[in-house]
């Protein structure tokens, strides 16, 4: 089956910088990525999701790219906020959802 | 996005008991999924609800410990049977329209086992 990695786990910047989080999978059938933010007692919110025949996509301060040869896609958020302040879930789907470990973005204002 | 509700938010149960959480949806949809997601970790799908016949289970999770029910296209029930403190985990319910993209999840239920 698939295999998401996702990558730093834990992600501290100060308000106002940009934080990067990275994901790799593995299975080539993969068309679909979503994002995921969990603020603590929540579930998980869709924040931005990209589908595998597009390279990049933005709403806003986020933006994730796709790179389908690496098997990699990131979660780019730019001008950070202590609001972000969550744990951030990739997924892959070639069907169902195959989530990453989660990232725990740490804002400081 | 569909508004998505669970009940409970959150129980603390007796090992060897069960306990049936609920998940209602503001407007029909086509797919609903059951997630299970251990303290600290990540979510881990473990079944789909289909409407009008029997859920679909992943790899792990079996129906005499996880029923669920789905009698229409906004309802849907997942049972934690005969519970031992290993189910402490928050039950997640997510859905989506036609297929398994664009999932929106409920709040979840927190589930304590002692």
């Known amino acids: 089956g698939e295999n998401v990695e996702q990558h730093p786990s834990t992600l501290s910047v100060q308000e106002g910088d940009s934080a990067v989080i990275k994901c790799t999978y593995s299975d080539s059938a993969s068309n679909y990525f979503p994002w995921y933010k969990q603020e603590l007692g929540k579930g998980p919110q869709l924040i931005i999701d990209i589908r595998s025949n597009v390279g990049e996509k933005k709403d806003q301060r986020i933006a994730v790219t796709l790179n389908k040869t690496a098997k990699h896609f990131s979660l780019h958020i730019t001008e950070t906020q202590p609001e972000d302040s969550a744990v951030y879930f990739c997924?892959?789907?070639?069907?169902?959802?195959?989530f990453g470990s989660g990232t725990k973005l740490n804002v400081k204002p | 996005s569909a508004v998505i509700s669970q009940k409970p938010s959150r129980d603390i149960c007796q090992r060897g008991t069960s306990l049936t959480i609920q998940c209602q949806v503001d407007?029909?949809?086509?797919?609903m999924f059951w997630y299970r997601q251990q303290p600290g970790q990540s979510l881990t799908l473990i079944a789909t609800a289909n409407q009008g016949s029997e859920a679909t289970y992943e790899s792990g999770f079996v129906i005499d410990k996880f029923p669920i029910s789905r009698p229409n296209l906004t309802f849907s029930t997942l049972t934690v049977s005969n519970m031992s403190p290993e189910d402490s985990s928050i039950y997640l319910c997510s859905v989506a329209q036609d297929t398994f993209y664009e999932q929106y999840f409920g709040p979840g239920t927190r589930l304590t086992v002692t």
């Open positions: 407007s029909q949809v086509t797919m």
């Open positions: 997924a892959a789907s070639p069907g169902k959802f195959y």
